[in-house]
């Protein structure tokens, strides 16, 4: 089976989160398997464009949510992105007990479920 691209959506304030799911997919017992298309660093001023190279480039968009995300543009837009290309998004609770009172508009709608492998591995195999 060959790895799904997956573009990992995140505030910048939770760059650990997003390092964290990378490494957990790396584990060895980890039943899931992606290539991280996620952004690492800002881009220029073209970086809308590149971003949404890499997102149609991808299996589908898997959103890490939390506080942090209402106040997101870069992530926001990102979810956007995807939903015009159509591309499958997924959210996962950045924090199980610390979950945002509400949620941006770009996210209404996206199943958002518990930060699990099951959680993780069950949705990349659909796409």
Same mark, same amino acid.
């Given at each position: 089976?060959?790895?799904?691209?997956?573009?990992?959506?995140?505030?910048?304030?939770?760059?650990?989160? $997003?390092?964290?799911? !990378? *490494?957990?997919? $790396?584990?060895?017992?980890?039943?899931f398997e992606?290539?991280?298309?996620?952004? /690492?660093?800002?881009?220029?001023s073209a970086?809308?464009?590149?971003? $949404?190279? $890499?997102?149609? *480039?991808?299996?589908? !968009?898997?959103?890490?949510?939390? /506080?942090?995300?209402?106040?997101?543009? &870069?992530?926001?837009?990102?979810? /956007?992105?995807?939903?015009?290309? &159509?591309?499958?998004?997924?959210?996962? @609770?950045?924090?199980?007990?610390?979950?945002?009172?509400?949620?941006?508009?770009? =996210?209404?709608?996206?199943?958002? !479920?518990? @930060?699990? @492998?099951?959680?993780?591995?069950?949705?990349?195999?659909? =796409?």
């Amino acid at each position: 089976m060959s790895k799904k691209r997956v573009f990992i959506s995140f505030a910048m304030e939770d760059k650990e989160l $997003r390092d964290f799911l !990378v *490494g957990q997919a $790396r584990n060895a017992n980890s039943p899931f398997e992606f290539v991280d298309m996620s952004v /690492k660093k800002p881009w220029d001023s073209a970086w809308k464009t590149n971003c $949404r190279t $890499r997102i149609k *480039g991808c299996d589908g !968009v898997l959103a890490i949510v939390t /506080k942090n995300s209402k106040k997101a543009d &870069g992530q926001l837009w990102e979810v /956007k992105c995807a939903r015009e290309e &159509g591309i499958p998004i997924r959210g996962v @609770w950045g924090y199980k007990d610390d979950k945002p009172a509400s949620l941006p508009k770009e =996210l209404e709608g996206v199943r958002i !479920v518990n @930060w699990s @492998w099951d959680n993780i591995a069950n949705w990349i195999k659909t =796409l």
